[in-house]
């Protein structure tokens, strides 16, 4: 048995023997006494006064500085973070589906590929894996986002080598080319695209949560009130000093008291501005951003749809199922005020052509409906409603950068000049006070 | 291409209902069906006792002469056909030289497809109308008894099993389950395979009789034979097991493939149709009949499979008594 625990006292004898323990008690009362009969004595109050004041500002100063560098990352880490993934989470998305479209077309077409065809399909590969490097340097490792990325960018790799054999297969004149690119789209539609609208719901909930540390709302209150108790301890101070010492004004103090009303004004004017600024970056800017990029995700599956209907060469019910879930979808997401009336015309145009496609399938002219799904006027109505949506979101993205820029704007200056002010009115409260203290030496 | 599997877990809910409600699903051994066994367990069962409950190559005895092309006898199935115009047949696009997307076309062609064609030359006079639905492996029973096509045309072996749910049309082509391997494989049949991987598609009798092997290979399903390619192609499964004649259409698209062993099964292909209209077998028998007679059969041998040498005599028609 060592002899530390022989020596160590029983917990319960300590507060009989043990003077020690007691000692602390009598010294703390011995200060709560000093500070407390201060208020007895003129200088003693002024002490008590300065004491406040000095608090309080050093209180307001440190507020300041954190709530300014709060939401000052806070906005930066939405406009550089959180909403540019939301933004690559739909271009991998549209990319890849539209890659499975064009490949199911280029089927569709036989013979060999159209060379617009081929380019297109390598420009959304591009696309695709550009928007997937970019996204995986905008997730944290570990989290949801990071392991769809990780799916993501293996499993394309996959899916392209998939497509490389099925166009070399194809190039021989080998029918297992159609195999491989079957395996191609069932890799897509079953694995990519899924991981990638995991990834879009990943992101917009990273946006959201944005939104709230932007606002960073408890510490932005918590400053407000602590400048507005600052004003008015010194105000209170003000009216002391001029009861007991007949002087009406203690310049540095009124110094002082004019710098807190500064500081609140200016911190109550950016911090409101920069509220303004995020409700206007959500409600112009990231939620329609979502909304669009749905409706594009939308048409992209019609078209998706269609071509696979017809590649199926009869045995795609379920994507005939698929289309009019989607149009049904995306006839109501257009009608977004963001949207024109000309565009939810041209989807309508496409809509019809579709319904053409259907009725020259069904009534047994697959040649003909293939044509018409494939050829000219049809993707030209159908790249007419994609470009629309594209243009809409492309000018929702403008408005979101923009605000989310001018909601930032002046936030780093608080997290500088606001301590500095609160140092300013420490020190101005300081010699206004000790002014009067000296009087009593 | 592009039937998905997505619609398999739809195609699964729908066997299973089928194989609920007592009727048949698609793959030889038929739940509900006579066959005592319980459906995990017919494979095994068969094995012991094939079923010989028919003669699975006797099909109904046409009636008299064929009817004069456009003019189908009134109320007879042929001329509903006659009136909506085309003849709907049900068959695969990856099945080279029987029923395979030509890629340069992007038109489905080939033995199977060329079947359909004489029928339709025989109701309308007129070959091209036709309209090709491409199905399931798995969906040929179901799609020719449902009729949501008209006549099945798919490599489709004719056995007992099937007979209980569709009529079958006289034998039109023998074909024999063989093996397909890598070419540095020491294989020499499918009795070498013990533990292996061997692909087929699912719901094809090729499927069932990998499982009879008393090497015990490892049977592996997928949706259609050409998938089955891809999967040998990418190391995914060791071997393919299916008649010969589309183990060949394999072997010649890939160069380090062959085919080995002796035929270990008997194929008949027939063709499947719904059994509430028989005078529609009938008319198909009588098509049959005097195509094998005019040589008509004989050209499409060798416009298909001729590389595999001179045409056979064509199977002779039995019919039922």
Request: with cysteine; aromatic share 6%; glycine share 10%.
């Amino acid at each position: 048995m060592s002899t530390a625990l022989v020596a160590r006292p029983a917990p319960g004898a300590q507060v009989a023997a043990g003077p020690a323990g007691v000692t602390p008690a009598p010294r703390r009362r011995g200060l709560f006494r000093r500070v407390g009969n201060l208020r007895h004595t003129s200088p003693g109050r002024l002490e008590l006064i300065l004491g406040a004041l000095i608090t309080l500002g050093v209180l307001a100063g440190l507020l300041a500085g954190i709530t300014g560098a709060a939401t000052s990352s806070g906005t930066s880490d939405l406009g550089d973070r959180a909403q540019p993934l939301l933004v690559e989470a739909e271009t991998i998305y549209s990319a890849l589906a539209d890659a499975d479209t064009t490949a199911a077309q280029a089927f569709l077409a036989g013979g060999l590929e159209p060379a617009a065809l081929t380019q297109r399909y390598n420009d959304d590969l591009e696309r695709a894996t550009t928007a997937i490097s970019a996204a995986s340097r905008l997730t944290t490792d570990g989290s949801e986002g990071a392991a769809s990325v990780r799916t993501l960018s293996n499993g394309v790799a996959r899916y392209s080598a998939l497509v490389a054999t099925a166009r070399a297969d194809n190039r021989q004149g080998l029918p297992v080319g159609s195999s491989y690119l079957s395996a191609a789209s069932d890799l897509n539609r079953q694995t990519l695209l899924p991981q990638a609208q995991n990834l879009f719901r990943v992101a917009q909930q990273g946006v959201h949560d944005g939104y709230r540390n932007a606002a960073s709302i408890v510490w932005a209150a918590l400053l407000v009130l602590l400048i507005f108790v600052l004003a008015g301890a010194l105000l209170l101070a003000q009216r002391y000093l001029s009861r007991t010492t007949h002087r009406t004004f203690n310049v540095p103090l009124v110094a002082a008291t004019v710098l807190t009303v500064v500081l609140a004004i200016g911190t109550v004017f950016l911090l409101g501005s920069q509220n303004n600024h995020l409700d206007q970056a959500d409600s112009a800017g990231s939620t329609p951003v979502a909304q669009l990029a749905e409706a594009r995700i939308l048409a992209l599956r019609e078209r998706g749809d269609e071509a696979l209907t017809l590649a199926a060469h009869g045995s795609g019910s379920q994507y005939t199922t698929d289309f009019t879930d989607a149009s049904g979808q995306l006839t109501k997401a257009l009608g977004n005020e963001y949207f024109s009336d000309d565009l939810r015309g041209k989807h309508q145009a496409y809509l019809a052509a579709h319904e053409k496609v259907s009725s020259l399938d069904s009534g047994g002219d697959y040649d003909g409906a293939v044509g018409l799904a494939i050829g000219a006027p049809t993707s030209q109505t159908f790249e007419a409603v994609t470009a629309g949506i594209g243009s809409a979101l492309d000018e929702r993205k403008a408005a979101f950068t923009a605000e989310i820029g001018a909601a930032g704007r002046g936030l780093g200056l608080l997290a500088v000049l606001g301590p500095i002010a609160a140092l300013a009115i420490c020190v101005l409260a300081g010699m206004g006070i000790r002014a009067r203290l000296r009087e009593y030496r | 291409m592009m039937r998905t599997r997505i619609g398999l877990a739809l195609a699964g809910t729908t066997a299973t209902l089928l194989a609920l409600a007592g009727c048949s699903g698609d793959s030889s051994p038929l739940p509900g069906s006579t066959t005592a066994a319980a459906p995990g367990a017919t494979a095994p069962a068969q094995a012991a006792a094939p079923d010989t409950s028919c003669n699975p190559r006797a099909s109904l005895k046409p009636a008299g002469a064929l009817p004069q092309p456009g003019h189908m006898p009134a109320g007879s199935y042929m001329a509903e056909i006659q009136k909506r115009g085309r003849l709907i047949l049900g068959t695969s696009q990856d099945t080279l030289l029987f029923s395979s997307r030509n890629p340069f076309s992007g038109k489905v062609e080939g033995f199977d497809v060329d079947m359909g064609r004489q029928i339709a030359q025989a109701i309308f006079g007129d070959p091209g109308k036709i309209q090709i639905k491409v199905i399931a492996y798995d969906k040929r029973v179901s799609s020719a008894k449902d009729g949501s096509v008209d006549i099945v045309a798919d490599t489709m072996t004719a056995n007992c099993a099937r007979w209980k749910d569709v009529n079958f049309s006289s034998i039109y082509y023998d074909a024999g389950q063989r093996v397909l391997v890598s070419k540095d494989s020491s294989a020499k049949s499918i009795d070498d395979l013990g533990g292996k991987k061997v692909c087929a598609a699912s719901g094809s009798t090729s499927l069932d009789n990998i499982g009879k092997v008393k090497a015990k290979p490892i049977p592996v399903a997928k949706a259609a034979f050409g998938d089955c390619l891809v999967a040998f192609q990418q190391n995914e499964v060791d071997a393919i097991s299916t008649d010969d004649t589309i183990l060949a259409g394999m072997a010649a698209q890939d160069p380090y493939a062959k085919v080995v062993g002796l035929p270990f099964t008997k194929e008949p292909y027939g063709m499947a149709m719904s059994q509430a209209h028989p005078e529609f077998t009938k008319f198909v028998n009588a098509v049959l009949e005097q195509n094998r007679a005019n040589g008509t059969w004989t050209a499409t041998y060798k416009k298909w499979l001729g590389a595999f040498g001179a045409a056979p005599t064509p199977p002779a028609a039995e019919y039922r008594p």
